[in-house]
Structures are given as structure tokens and as C-alpha cells.
């Protein structure tokens, strides 16, 4: 669309679909614990939705991690001459966003997300702890202060941390638009 035609669309309820995917890329030195690499693939299809009322926006993701096997884990060196195989159950992930356009460019928003699985095994036994449930809550606010030039300040804290710590982000961006307002 022109930015004319884009700035006078209305938006009713929209459906997407993707797909991630990581390959296993970094090296990848099985008898390293910490690794630059994963030696496995991943992937992650997501289904959104969102629905406009007014000057209310609801977005809604609900999406799955997936891994292969890495049939070379810890294998040689100090842990183990003996081959071993990591095994990751899927990650399920849900994130909303509920935000309100004060006029364009002018917005907020309050957002949130929650993931949950990825337990491990290694040759069939489970890893004790390797269970993952983890959730953020935030928010946003873009604010313009030219026809081409508005600021974001944004800021999450965690609310779950099953693995890894809670931890609070904040953050500022600044956006210039080469497109500008239509008239």
C-alpha cells in the first residue's frame, strides 16, 4: 500500500502463521559443557491473532519449540568416553499484547508471556531441574516528537524464573521514519 491507503486501512481481526528455525550452526565440541554451538535443530511454528477495537489492539501468540536429538552430548574428555544422547521435550510459549493508540505514533502497551517445558534426558534419564517455566510482564510507550521522529521507552520484570533469574529490563530506542505522515 501507498502510506496514504496504509494510514486510512482499518484493521479488523488479522490471522498469521510462522515458522523459526535454527540450525546448528557455532562449533560444537562435545566434550565441552558450554558450547558456541548446539550440534541439534530447532523449531518453533506460532499462530497469532489480532483484533482491533477502536483504539484498542489485542495481540494474541501461542507457539511450540521443537528440537532433534544431539546424539554427541558430553561425549569424551573429563565426562564420558561413552556416546550420550540429549533429548528436549517441546517448549510451549503463549505472549498477549494489549495496547491503545492515543493518535498515530502515539501509543502504549502492556505485555506478557509465559513459557513452559523443555525438560532433558540423557540416555533415557531424566535431568533433575531441567523443567522450564518462565514469564514477563511489561510495557510500552512510543511517543513522537516529529513529523519522522518518535522515542520507545520500554520496561519487564520477571515474574516466573524457573530457570535462570528474575531480572528487570529497561530500555529506550529511538525510530526515525524515512516515510513520513500522509496529509
Not at 481481526?13 to 554451538?37: E, K
Not at 508471556?113 to 514469564?135: E, F, H, M, P, R
Not at 516528537?145 to 518518535?150: C, E, G, P, R, V
Amino acid at each position: 500500500m501507498a502510506p496514504k491507503e496504509f494510514a486510512q486501512w482499518k484493521q479488523k481481526t488479522i490471522v498469521g502463521a510462522s515458522i523459526q528455525v535454527l540450525a546448528p550452526t557455532g562449533q560444537y565440541d562435545s566434550s565441552h559443557l558450554i558450547n558456541a554451538g548446539n550440534n541439534r535443530w530447532g523449531f518453533k511454528p506460532e499462530l497469532g491473532i489480532s483484533q482491533r477495537w477502536h483504539n484498542w489492539i489485542l495481540d494474541g501468540y501461542a507457539g511450540v519449540w521443537l528440537f532433534t536429538e544431539n546424539n554427541n552430548y558430553l561425549t569424551g574428555g573429563q565426562f564420558s568416553n561413552e556416546r550420550k544422547t540429549l533429548k528436549q521435550s517441546p517448549i510451549g510459549s503463549v505472549e498477549m499484547h494489549l495496547s491503545y493508540d492515543v493518535k498515530p505514533r502515539l501509543w502504549a502497551s502492556i505485555d506478557g508471556n509465559y513459557w513452559y517445558g523443555g525438560g532433558t534426558t540423557v540416555n533415557g534419564v531424566t535431568k533433575i531441574g531441567s523443567l522450564q517455566a518462565n514469564s514477563r510482564i511489561g510495557g510500552t510507550i512510543s511517543i513522537p516528537f516529529t513529523k519522522h521522529q518518535s522515542v520507545k521507552f520500554s520496561y519487564s520484570d520477571g515474574e516466573i524464573a524457573r530457570i535462570g533469574g528474575t531480572f528487570k529490563t529497561a530500555s529506550f530506542a529511538w525510530q526515525y521514519s524515512w516515510v513520513g505522515s500522509p496529509k
